[in-house]
């Protein structure tokens, strides 16, 4: 079945980097756009990054522009987020979804994976 | 970019119906048709079940509906169940390659 599996999380003090990787399988990988999408307790669900189907195209959310990068491997049907300069609000759930920017017509984020903690903490 | 705004509560009786709202402006929700619902249980990652305004992924009980009226979006679930009770989210493209989601609705089943 389609499925999406992140990893990479942990804890990590504030101006540091962190990299979170995702694994994909079940569909053909690189029709698809991937996006990062994270989630705080206060702030509920933010989208944070999205890669385009060919890694092309790459776009961030304003509260991670500058900081983080996404990227993709569809030989290893694969996608990377690296994260630079985290700050203590960086702190959330970060979920690796199917979405947009597919080269088909799909505009809902389905699946989501299980989602990984990143703890940004001194 | 803002967060869409959405009550932070809402609740029905099993069987009743319940209408949850998504305000937003003329640039994400009033201007998208790529307005999608995801249903979130504790400790679970979330899920869509509405998507381009009032589309059904295929599994979701015709029990959920969504609509959009101006630059307000809204999920209905009728035949309350207590499967229903989990927290939703409503999500808005908003130009230029941009997604914005709502702060979260808990709806509780009495």
């Known amino acids: 079945q389609v499925q999406l599996v992140e990893s990479g999380g942990g804890v990590v003090q504030p101006g540091r980097s962190l990299g979170l990787s995702c694994a994909a399988s079940g569909f053909t990988f690189d029709t698809y756009g991937i996006h990062w999408v994270r989630q705080t307790p206060d702030k509920g669900l933010e989208w944070a990054a999205g890669?385009?189907?060919?890694?092309?195209?790459?776009y961030y959310g304003d509260s991670v522009k500058g900081r983080f990068a996404i990227s993709r491997d569809n030989s290893r049907n694969t996608v990377h987020l690296q994260m630079n300069s985290l700050r203590v609000e960086d702190t959330a759930v970060y979920y690796c979804?199917?979405?947009?920017?597919?080269?088909?017509?799909?505009?809902?984020?389905?699946?989501w994976g299980q989602g990984t903690l990143v703890t940004v903490s001194s | 970019q803002s967060a869409l705004t959405q009550p932070p509560s809402a609740s029905g009786s099993p069987g009743q119906s319940v209408t949850i709202s998504c305000t937003g402006t003329?640039?994400?929700?009033?201007?998208?048709?790529?307005v999608s619902w995801y249903q979130q249980h504790p400790g679970k990652a979330p899920k869509v079940m509405i998507y381009?305004?009032?589309k059904r992924p295929s599994g979701v009980p015709d029990r959920f509906s969504g609509s959009k009226s101006g630059n307000v979006a809204s999920l209905t679930v009728s035949g309350l169940q207590a499967a229903d009770e989990a927290d939703y989210y409503c999500c808005s493209y908003a130009g230029n390659n941009y997604w914005v989601f709502g702060g979260g609705t808990k709806l509780t089943v009495l």
């Open positions: 381009e305004v009032n």
């Open positions: 890669v385009s189907h060919d890694g092309d195209k790459k």
């Open positions: 979804v199917r979405g947009p920017l597919s080269n088909v017509w799909y505009s809902q984020f389905d699946p």
């Open positions: 003329s640039s994400d929700v009033g201007g998208s048709i790529f």
